[in-house]
């Protein structure tokens, strides 16, 4: 059955991950490097941005969480394989999704939430 087939795929994931908390006195300094290579390297960013980058989000579609997320700078290398096999942003970014799920347990949905606007 097709559904069994798709259910059964598992989600792409990097090779090898190391995460550290950041021990960077330089507050506000990050660096992201998402290699075509298949490798991604951090520096002292937080698990926000993290997760902004990785799902293509703005601040304002973003909501929840413990407040360590903003404050917390993470330490991250990670490489998709030992070959340094080519990988495409979207793939790698998908690979990140899955890193963030789980080493932060990162758990979240969609929904519609009435804001406030600007009219022009």
Do not use: C
């Not at 950041?22 to 290699?35: A, E, N």
């Not at 973003?62 to 997320?69: S, V």
């Not at 998908?94 to 347990?105: A, P």
């Amino acid at each position: 059955m097709l559904l069994s087939g798709l259910l059964a795929q598992e989600k792409p994931a990097f090779e090898a991950a190391s995460i550290h908390a950041s021990t960077s006195s330089d507050i506000g300094q990050s660096f992201f490097d998402l290699s075509g290579a298949g490798r991604l390297i951090v520096r002292n960013m937080d698990v926000w941005d993290l997760v902004r980058i990785a799902f293509g989000l703005r601040d304002t579609q973003m909501a929840g969480g413990p407040a360590w997320i903003k404050s917390e700078g993470f330490d991250i290398q990670a490489t998709a394989s030992a070959t340094g096999t080519v990988v495409a942003r979207p793939r790698a970014l998908q690979m990140l999704q899955t890193l963030l799920e789980d080493r932060f347990h990162l758990r979240w949905h969609n929904e519609t939430r009435e804001m406030a606007v600007y009219a022009l």
